[in-house]
């Protein structure tokens, strides 16, 4: 089926405030998964809410929470989420980074016991909307691994997204991507959807590769993107987002629980600092202007750089709505019922979005 945003937002900010959280707080975390939908990334969308909804409920996720500053050295930060909605409080850590990068010209923030950040672009998209650059490494812990790392049968890191940031004249370009083949989301999806995954994404328990995306239920594994040299990306997140902002790596089985966390090192960057920004901005104007005049490969409609996917698919998706699957739509109800909604409630919501 296909749902308006806005409906969706209300149903999810119902959702919410029924978990007791404060109006703003399930508004500015509605709109963030909301926006993951519009843009394409439905792995970081509404679907999951049902696992919000179970962290809350086992006292992981803190709904009110919001992030506190642990120590202050200027242009370095670290600050504590306390396991708030990560859609709030990693804002409120960004916004303190686009505070002090503002005035000193750089900030290294480190961003811990977040819960579930969400799509890490969100933040990246904040930044460039002050006129900085930010790059983002984050760690995912709280709960078993499921990514093996390159050559390896056993699952030792998550899926660790990197992302980076640059503004523009026009469109900002934003680099934003789990460090796993595929993100988990993605697999989840595509086991509610029953279809497969594509090549060269899943190992079973014994390493052989296949496309069952059922297979992480039972020992099997998401292997890393770009063979080694992913696999080492990932392996940088779980050291700059997880040892040094976190303090919590995945090496820590006594903590492998039921909660996602993310923690995150994020750099951010005034690029006027170098040469009053004027250069860099030409530069990047004419790299955009190169890189997209090149011709198209074989069976390529348009070149497409970091973040052009997901503007086109939220310009659709704000036209024709956010295609929700059945097995997403029930999850969503289920867990709409487990925080409190009646059943009565629940058919209005849907009566309204037809
Ligand atoms: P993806 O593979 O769809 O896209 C990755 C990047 O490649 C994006 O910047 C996109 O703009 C770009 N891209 C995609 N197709 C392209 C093309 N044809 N040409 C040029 N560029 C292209 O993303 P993903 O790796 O599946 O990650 C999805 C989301 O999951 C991200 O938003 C990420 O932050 C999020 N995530 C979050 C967590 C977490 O723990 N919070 C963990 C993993 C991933």
Redesign the pocket.
């Known amino acids: 089926m296909l749902i308006n945003a806005d409906h969706l937002t209300e149903f999810a900010v119902s959702i919410f405030e029924r978990l007791g959280a404060r109006r703003e707080k399930a508004r500015e975390t509605a709109d963030h998964l909301v926006l ?1 939908n519009l ?3 439905d ?2 969308g509404v679907g999951m809410i049902p696992n919000y909804v179970g962290s809350a409920q086992r006292g992981g996720l803190q709904v009110n929470a919001d992030a506190k500053i642990i120590k202050d050295k200027g242009a370095v930060l670290l600050v504590d989420g306390s396991y708030g909605f ?1 859609q709030v409080v990693g804002r409120q850590a960004t916004d303190l980074a686009i505070e002090r990068a503002k005035s000193l010209g750089i900030a290294c923030v480190g961003s811990r016991n977040n819960h ?6 969100t933040y990246a998209e904040h930044c460039v909307r002050a006129g900085l650059i930010s790059i983002h490494f ?1 760690n ?1 812990v709280g709960h078993p691994p499921f990514v093996s790392l390159w050559g390896g049968r056993d699952k030792r890191v ?4 990197f ?1 980076c940031g640059i503004p523009t004249d026009g469109d900002p370009v ?7 083949a ?5 697999v989840r999806v595509a086991g509610l959807k029953g279809v497969e995954v594509p090549p060269g994404c899943l190992f079973d328990a014994e390493g052989r590769p296949t496309q069952d995306p059922g297979v992480i239920a039972e020992g099997g594994s998401l292997g890393p ?1 770009g063979g080694h040299k992913g696999s080492g990306l990932a392996y940088i997140c779980e050291l700059l987002g997880g040892a040094l902002a976190g303090e919590w790596t995945m090496q820590d089985e006594k903590r492998q629980g039921q909660i ?1 966390v ?1 923690n995150m090192l994020m750099f951010v960057l005034d690029p006027d600092l170098f040469e009053g920004g004027a250069g860099f901005r030409a530069e990047v104007e004419g790299m955009q202007q190169y890189a997209r005049a090149s011709r198209p490969a074989e069976g390529v409609d348009h ?8 503007r086109e698919t939220m310009a659709a998706r704000y036209r024709e709505g956010i295609p929700i699957d059945e097995g997403s739509w029930d999850a969503l109800c289920a867990s709409a019922l487990k925080a409190g909604m009646t059943q009565r409630e629940i058919d209005a919501v849907q009566a309204g979005l037809v």
């Not at 579930?116 to 672009?121: C, D, S, T």
């Not at 998550?158 to 997204?161: D, M, S």
């Open positions: 993951s843009k394409g990334h792995s970081h990560g579930h950040l969400g799509r890490i672009g984050v995912v998550q899926t660790n997204p992302c934003i680099l934003d991507m789990a460090t796993s595929i993100a988990l989301g993605k993107f996602t993310n070149i497409l750089l970091p973040g052009d996917p997901e």
